[in-house]
């Protein structure tokens, strides 16, 4: 396991047949035995795995497999990854699939060659500082994620609650990502965990936007405009290419353009993780819940800004009197659209009641921490108030 590398080196390969490339891209890059990581829960990735172990044999890579059952990507997986990785000598490691396996495979990457103790990876002080090279195909529109080099992957407790553990390194981000929108697919089963996945990290980015330019802000406004109209004609015509090209590149602008601010933790995507460690629910399913129920807590807080959103991407009318007005009619139509996806807009939904609050507090570190969010701080009580309106 020499063929390590300290820095990011990010490159990307976008379009048709691309995946047939991935050998000699890792050969190339040095790789010799690859360990391919991917989801069990994914229908269409026999044919995919096909053509990866294909183009491998081809360009003269030994391989070897390993394969996640979980929606959120668990640290029993990660333990098995390692020790793949130190007994079979990997040097190597690909993902094949959407954000779950990215996440597994970069912390299998780091964990494969940490010093110190595993744990101490995801302690804020620690410094990762080598890892294995890692590359994506990515089979997710959302798939701008596998260019981060934040992960996250979760340890299940004694309970059935699950831990989120968290770390950070330039050394996680890929060497390349693979994009072929036709290994995408939109149709009725996965139109609105798509949708929202989108939509999700858009929202957040055009919220975190005060740290960024003018031109950010407008470049973000354009991008969800266009997510809208896509999703519209995708309903009409399933699976259709250009949108989903559309929709994959609005996804990687939102993960690379160097005009957005990334350090931002924010409040909903902290949140979002609560629920996932309280109910074992899918990510989509926490930002459905949660999404909705932050545009209400915020309405008046960041009115102009709500207004301006909905003017500009929903079509929302300017009530030049009265900018509240504009401001609550985007409000709504955020949360109709959400309640249109079917998916779960209450904890409710999720067999959650009030009495799970404290417990989903618990889980974002209250206490012991008093605010969470980097850029824009949230208390306890804050929390508090949107988990109450999610109810």
Not at 315 to 334: M, Q
Not at 368 to 380: Q, S
Request: charged share 25%; net charge negative; hydrophobic share 40%.
């Amino acid at each position: 396991m020499d063929n390590l590398y300290s820095q990011c080196e990010s490159s990307f390969l976008f379009g048709t047949n691309q995946e047939n490339e991935v050998g000699r891209q890792i050969k190339y890059l040095g790789g010799s035995k690859v360990l391919v990581v991917y989801s069990k829960l994914s229908s269409s990735i026999g044919n995919l795995l096909d053509k990866v172990r294909r183009s491998l044999r081809n360009s003269g890579l030994d391989y070897t497999e390993l394969s996640e059952s979980f929606v959120n990507p668990r640290i029993s997986t990660v333990f098995d990854g390692i020790k793949i990785c130190k007994t079979e000598n990997v040097d190597f490691i690909l993902a094949v699939g959407s954000s779950s396996v990215c996440s597994l495979s970069k912390v299998i990457a780091a964990g494969a060659v940490f010093d110190d103790s595993f744990y101490e990876m995801f302690s804020k002080k620690s410094d990762i500082e080598r890892a294995l090279p890692v590359a994506v195909i990515s089979t997710s529109i959302c798939g701008g994620c596998a260019t981060s080099k934040d992960v996250t992957v979760y340890n299940q407790m004694d309970d059935g609650s699950l831990k989120v553990m968290e770390c950070s390194s330039d050394v996680l981000a890929p060497r390349f990502v693979i994009y072929n929108p036709e290994l995408c697919s939109i149709n009725s089963s996965n139109y609105a965990f798509n949708f929202v996945r989108l939509i999700d990290v858009l929202f957040r980015r055009y919220f975190a936007v005060n740290k960024n330019t003018v031109l950010a802000e407008k470049v973000l406004e354009s991008t969800i405009k266009t997510v809208l109209v896509m999703f519209d004609r995708i309903q009409e015509k399933p699976n259709d290419v250009d949108c989903i090209t559309n929709l994959m590149w609005a996804s990687i602008t939102a993960y690379v353009n160097p005009m957005l601010n990334y350090n931002d933790e924010a409040c909903v995507q902290i949140l979002e993780r609560a629920l996932i460690s309280v109910y074992d629910c899918n990510p989509e399913e926490a930002a459905s819940i949660i999404i909705p129920a932050w545009f209400k807590f915020v309405l008046k807080k960041k009115e102009n800004k709500i207004a301006k959103l909905g003017v500009t991407t929903f079509d929302i009318p300017y009530n030049f009197s009265d900018v509240s007005v504009s401001a609550a009619r985007t409000v709504e139509f955020i949360s109709s659209k959400f309640e249109s996806l079917k998916l779960p807009v209450k904890l409710s939904d999720l067999n959650g009641s009030a009495a799970d609050i404290d417990k989903i507090l618990r889980k974002v570190g209250f206490p012991e921490i008093k605010t969470i969010g980097t850029n824009d701080p949230y208390t306890k009580t804050d929390c508090e108030v949107i988990l109450s309106l999610a109810l």
